[in-house]
């Protein structure tokens, strides 16, 4: 028998499956979907690959085939399923079956099982009476905590007995040797830890909400296929519509995948879950350890859990039978893959949810223009919530010119108005919320005599200033002492341009003292567990102001929250991106939409310096069809996406030079072969990123089909090409311009 193997490694040329002959020792344990081990090349240089397809014949000569030296040990074998949605990728998104492969096995290699150790009483009470007296007349006090605990437990697990009771191996050895208790050990599957869970309150749903369970239950329980959008405004009871479909699916015996955008909306989602399913529901992300998230995916293989919730990894989760698949907040960008290959986890999730016969819902207050176009248009089922689930109104939302303010004398980060909210929601013990679209102390350094920006070293971005004096670039971490003059001009007037949440975090403990405040960006959460303990702390009180950035203001519910502040509304204005004013509405009025959702009456403030701004004005209204009209009109006029789809082809080198010629030489292939409209190349927005140099061109198109073609056509002639260190990365439909 022979095997087609794919090599394990992220080469374009290599990308394509090599045979080899099964020997004797292992066959029938070779499968499709198997690691192995293979030799390479003229060396046999040893390779590891994954078995793409079993066959009788090779059509080669037997004697230059070479056989597959053994199995990677403990490796995670890919199911059929896998290597489908693998392919989809390596198709549509480019990159190489390699990568596609390593992106579906989101487990990777097998980890050794968690042991459990329990000590188990074997003498009787009165024996163990005996010992204990003969303990305390000796004085063996960690011998006599020992004995204490086996009188009253038949069984004490291992964590105990070196963490309770603080006794170390030789004693329980002793023990042993005495006859007194055995050791067994076991083994067991590592699960997530889950704290601060409450029990679920039965919530009766409304009309709009039990109308959408009623339209949607019976395609669960058919099997069959469809694509729907919930959207709802902020707090109009989307998680509730969300735990109803998942419990008809798991009646059912089929299992859920619910995808929320970031880690950080875990914690409220998973005890939502977990109070109504208990230990049938885990989660699945990156912050867990390999241990954990290997544990997971043999759970949901041997049917242990029936509901998974994390990020877009969690779509690949191996469940024998998915019944439904949930994308919560479908509009956010960090379902887009930033590696290679760049897939979109709706796209995916669409062709899994197709293959496997299952519902897939998606979920947003501020959808994607693309997933609104196609339900307006009737390509997928739309369903709305118009009223918020509990009864309560959407916040008063009140927008504060800056310039104004800034006319008026206020210099503050602070507008007057949202100054007076705040006092109040402190005096009477309610919440505030303040959002900051960046991190860190503060922006940029900038000479205030040359004008010029102090630049990371590597990348042509300016570098940010942090406390302690320390500058550091966010893009390759780059760290550096503030200079004391400019390195341009030698001035010693540098300033920084300050608009962070340290900062304002600053500033609110100068405005109320002794008002507990928390902060939550990338740089409070990158511990494990931050993220919830940062939200439980918030949740339960012990803190009345919290500052963030855009992790704050996506899906949380804080009763207690009535004023929403935010602090820099048109500042993702100004990125030079077609998306830039979607991303800005949606921002604005997931913001907003974090106010009042109790029964207290809520209030969001925006300040900003481009009040009329038909993103900010809309946002305000959290009026989502006159966002959508404005916008649509401008993407269909200017052909951008969803009007077309667009594929970014990116070039990387260390020689800017040769990079740029390289990029110039493939878009003349491609005006060559296909008629297609290109633009550029032209440098990226971000010109060079650790030392690497960066052009960018588009080719747009109606059809992704003829996009896959471009790419197919620009893969053929890389082949006979000479890189000279350049390499090449494809992005349908990009969310990032930069």
Not at 147 to 176: F, Y
Not at 632 to 645: D, E, M, Q, T
Request: hydrophobic share 35%.
């Amino acid at each position: 028998m022979f095997a087609e193997v794919i090599i394990d490694v992220s080469i374009e040329k290599l990308d394509r499956p090599f045979t080899y002959r099964i020997p004797d020792r292992l066959s029938g344990i070779v499968c499709v979907g198997s690691r192995v081990r293979i030799p390479f090349g003229s060396g046999n240089t040893e390779k590891k690959g994954y078995v793409t397809a079993i066959r009788e014949t090779s059509g080669f000569d037997d004697g230059k085939i070479k056989d597959i030296t053994g199995m990677v040990e403990g490796s995670v074998s890919a199911e059929d399923r896998s290597f489908e949605t693998a392919s989809f990728i390596k198709d549509t998104y480019g990159g190489t079956l390699s990568q596609a492969l390593k992106v579906v096995i989101p487990a990777g290699s097998k980890v050794k099982p968690a042991v459990i150790k329990t000590l188990v009483r074997k003498a009787d009470t009165e024996q163990l009476k005996s010992v204990l007296a003969e303990c305390i007349r000796k004085k063996q006090p960690a011998r006599e905590r020992l004995i204490r605990a086996l009188i009253d437990n038949d069984r004490i697990p291992g964590e105990w007995i070196s963490g309770k009771l603080g006794v170390s191996s030789q004693t329980v050895v002793s023990v042993i040797k005495q006859g007194l208790a055995v050791l067994e050990t076991g083994t067991e599957y590592r699960k997530p830890s889950i704290s601060e869970i409450g029990a679920s309150g039965n919530v009766t749903l409304n009309d709009e909400q039990r109308k959408i369970v009623d339209a949607i239950g019976p395609k669960i329980e058919g099997g069959a296929h469809e694509v729907c959008l919930i959207h709802g405004v902020t707090g109009s009871g989307k998680t509730e519509v969300y735990l109803q479909l998942a419990e008809k699916t798991v009646s059912l015996g089929k299992q859920v995948i619910f995808l929320i955008p970031e880690i950080a909306l875990t914690y409220q989602t998973l005890a939502r879950f977990y109070a109504k399913f208990g230990d049938r529901v885990s989660v699945l992300n990156s912050n867990m350890s390999a241990g954990e998230r290997f544990d997971q995916c043999e759970r949901a293989r041997h049917k242990d859990i029936d509901i998974i919730i994390g990020p877009r990894s969690a779509l690949f989760t191996p469940f024998p039978e998915i019944g439904l698949i949930i994308m919560d907040e479908e509009h956010e960008a960090s379902y887009k893959s930033e590696q290679t290959p760049k897939y979109h986890a709706r796209e995916v999730a669409k062709e899994i949810a197709k293959r496997s016969g299952a519902v897939f819902v998606m979920g947003s207050a501020t959808p994607s223009v693309e997933t609104y176009l196609d339900a307006s248009e009737n390509r997928i089922s739309l369903f709305e919530l118009n009223e918020r689930a509990t009864g309560a109104t959407l916040p008063e939302t009140e927008i504060v010119d800056l310039r104004a303010e800034l006319s008026s004398g206020n210099r503050s980060m602070f507008s007057r108005k949202l100054k007076a909210r705040m006092d109040e929601a402190i005096k009477k013990g309610e919440q505030v919320m303040l959002f900051l679209n960046r991190r860190g102390f503060s922006g940029q350094i900038s000479c205030r005599e040359c004008g010029k920006n102090i630049m990371c070293p590597h990348c042509d971005v300016p570098m940010s200033l942090h406390t302690g004096n320390r500058l550091i670039c966010h893009y390759c971490g780059e760290t550096a002492e503030k200079p004391a003059v400019c390195p341009s001009c030698g001035s010693k007037y540098l300033a920084a341009i300050k608009a962070g949440t340290e900062q304002v975090e600053e500033r609110v403990a100068k405005l109320y003292p002794g008002v507990a405040t928390l902060r939550m960006d990338k740089d409070t959460t990158s511990r494990k567990g931050s993220y919830e303990m940062i939200l439980s702390a918030f949740s339960s009180g012990e803190a009345q102001i919290l500052i963030g950035t855009q992790m704050i203001v996506k899906g949380h519910d804080f009763p207690n929250v009535t004023v929403v502040g935010i602090l820099a509304a048109d500042l993702s204005l100004g990125v030079p991106d077609y998306r830039a004013a979607e991303r800005t509405f949606q921002l604005i009025a997931q913001a907003c939409g974090r106010a009042g959702r109790g029964e207290k009456k809520g209030y969001a403030v925006i300040q900003t310096y481009q009040p009329d701004n038909y993103a900010i004005t809309s946002a305000a209204a959290q009026d989502y069809k006159a966002f959508f009209d404005e916008e649509i009109a401008f993407r269909l006029s200017a052909g951008y996406p969803p009007a077309v789809h667009m594929m970014a082809v990116q070039f990387f080198g260390t020689d800017e030079k040769l990079t740029a010629s390289l990029a110039a030489q493939v878009c003349g292939v491609i005006k060559s072969e296909r008629s297609l409209r290109v633009l550029g190349p032209a440098p990226a927005g971000i010109a060079r990123i650790k030392d690497y140099y960066r052009y960018v061109l588009y080719v747009k198109d109606p059809d992704t089909d003829n996009l896959g073609k471009a790419r197919e056509i620009i893969e053929d002639h890389l082949r006979e090409t000479e890189m000279k260190g350049c390499f090449v990365q494809y992005d349908l439909d990009p969310v990032n311009m930069i």
